[in-house]
């Protein structure tokens, strides 16, 4: 039998639900709907209560016809006396007015003004560094520890993370040094070729791969790899209290678990970087010697005489400089991050923005510093 529903008034100021049926969301009658309007016009009632005995069967149709009967009472002060409801439903609704909405529920992206934005960002981060600097300090006294031969560190965990941050992220960092180097050697060619100085590719890919586009790429190839798999690692680990563990057996969850993914990330960089430079460069030989009649060992000559070590050195340190950024927020955004699911990924996705933003600070910072310095 289809829901029913029954108003009765013991008393002036007492409203009385009677309810029947099967309170199905595919079944609820037309009247459950215009509850709220019924409230309104009821200016004299102060107490509902509830009659389900006739009720044969429910689901989220009979939750959603007593939300709107709470909604519709909490302005008005109307005491809701819920022992005549179904158990399941009653605790339902005790756990759902016993969490408050959060602030942000139901506003929308155009009514938060730009500034009231901007307030919003600068407010968060200021009250996220000392955090920060927190964490950094105390990265800061384990590599102090560490040098000292006292940190709680294991030679094995390094061993084993710089196994899946190096070689197993190469294919990765090949693939898109192959594509970058092309599109590199292509986007110049278009311009040198008006003068008929197609050999200048070489120069062009070969000092841009070095100096920028291979430790750019990698960092962002890495950030997103690397930096969010320690972020959902370490918050994972945070979510099923393991840091907590660690801590109450007396091991130091920097030294332990910090420590040797910021290592193995800072070592392996040096080396990916180069890989993507002499990835980077053979796809610029690939599009002179294919496209452009420039045979290998002329494009080879070129490079040889374009480059020199310095510029190899320029991109090995900013290559290195991003590794250390992305390591330092993969692992903050993984120890700060929260005790739920939705927290680890929101931590990820915050280590990777967090580091490809740091990254392209850094990238400016060092071009502009290398500039003035003549290197």
């Known amino acids: 039998m289809p829901g029913q529903l ?3 008034h013991p008393d002036p100021d007492h409203l009385h639900i009677v309810l029947a049926g099967n309170w199905l969301l595919t079944e609820v009658p037309a009247a459950a709907v215009d509850i709220e309007e019924h409230l309104q016009g009821e200016a004299r009632t102060r107490k509902i209560s509830f009659d389900s005995k006739a009720i044969s069967g429910w689901d989220s149709g009979l939750l959603t016809f007593l939300a709107r009967v709470y909604r519709a009472a909490g302005p008005r002060n109307i005491e809701i006396d819920p022992a005549g409801l179904p158990d399941g439903a009653r605790r339902m609704m005790a756990l759902a007015t016993a ?7 139901g ?3 155009d009514d938060v003004k730009v500034l009231e934005r901007m307030g919003l960002i600068a407010l968060a981060m200021w009250r996220h560094a000392p955090e920060m600097l927190r964490f950094l300090g105390e990265v800061t006294q384990s590599l102090g520890r560490l040098v000292r031969g006292k940190a709680q560190f294991r030679p094995a965990d390094l061993m084993l993370v710089t196994q899946e941050v190096g070689p197993q992220a190469l294919p990765i960092v090949a693939l898109i040094s192959f594509l970058v180097g092309l599109i590199v050697a292509y986007m110049g060619a278009v311009q040198l070729a008006q003068f008929g100085a197609q050999i200048y590719i070489a120069n062009l890919v070969g000092l841009g791969m070095t100096r ?3 430790a750019l790429m990698t960092g962002i190839i890495m950030a997103g790899r690397t ?12 979510v099923n209290e393991e840091i907590d563990a660690f801590r109450t057996m007396g091991f130091n969850p920097i030294d332990f678990l910090v420590m040797p993914r910021m290592l193995a990330l800072v070592l392996v960089m040096p080396f990916m970087v180069l890989y993507a430079d002499i990835v980077g460069i053979t796809a610029g030989m690939f599009v002179s010697v294919t496209a452009f ?15 020199e070590w310095r510029h190899i050195w320029v991109g090995v340190f900013k290559g290195t400089v991003y590794g250390m950024l992305i390591a330092f927020a993969g692992c903050l955004r993984g120890i700060q991050c929260g005790r739920s699911a939705s927290a680890v990924g929101a931590a990820t996705t915050s280590a990777v923005v967090t580091s490809i933003i740091w990254i392209v600070i850094s990238c400016a910072v060092l071009t502009v510093v290398f500039f003035f310095l003549g290197i």
């Open 107 to 109: 506003r929308h992206g």
């Open 212 to 214: 920028e586009m291979g």
């Open 99 to 105: 969490v408050p909405p959060k602030e942000d529920t």
């Open 293 to 307: 009649e420039i045979s290998a060992f002329e494009y080879y000559q070129q490079t040889v005489r374009a480059m």
């Open 6 to 8: 029954s108003l009765e």
């Open 227 to 238: 930096g969010a798999a320690y972020a959902a690692q370490l918050g994972t680990m945070q």
